[in-house]
């Protein structure tokens, strides 16, 4: 059971630069359908898995603070990381 008042622990830096900076300016004409937020790197190419080649989605990365693209190709869903943009 948690005390009343108590704090929630801290975001991960991940996450806190996401909320703190990123949120506001992503949902200001609504979520786009291509950002799939804090989801995995399995979960992603699970996804991917049920799309035809080409397609894409952009994700919090879990490793870094910043934004991974995850796509599809002929062969197999692939994840690539990439700096905030």
């Known amino acids: 059971m948690t005390e009343v008042?108590?704090?929630p622990p801290p975001l991960p830096p991940r996450l806190d630069w996401f909320v703190q900076t990123q949120v506001a300016q992503l949902t200001?004409?609504?979520?786009?359908a291509w950002f799939h937020g804090?989801?995995?790197r399995e979960d992603a190419e699970n996804l991917l898995q049920l799309r035809?080649?080409?397609?894409?989605l952009i994700r919090v990365s879990h490793?870094?603070?910043?934004y991974t693209l995850s796509y599809?190709?002929?062969t197999e869903p692939k994840a690539a990381?990439?700096?905030s943009w």
Do not use: M
């Open 5 to 7: 008042g108590r704090l």
């Open 28 to 32: 200001q004409e609504g979520v786009p």
């Open 38 to 40: 804090a989801i995995s």
């Open 52 to 56: 035809p080649p080409g397609s894409f």
């Open 63 to 66: 490793s870094h603070v910043g």
């Open 72 to 74: 599809n190709v002929a």
């Open 81 to 83: 990381a990439a700096t």
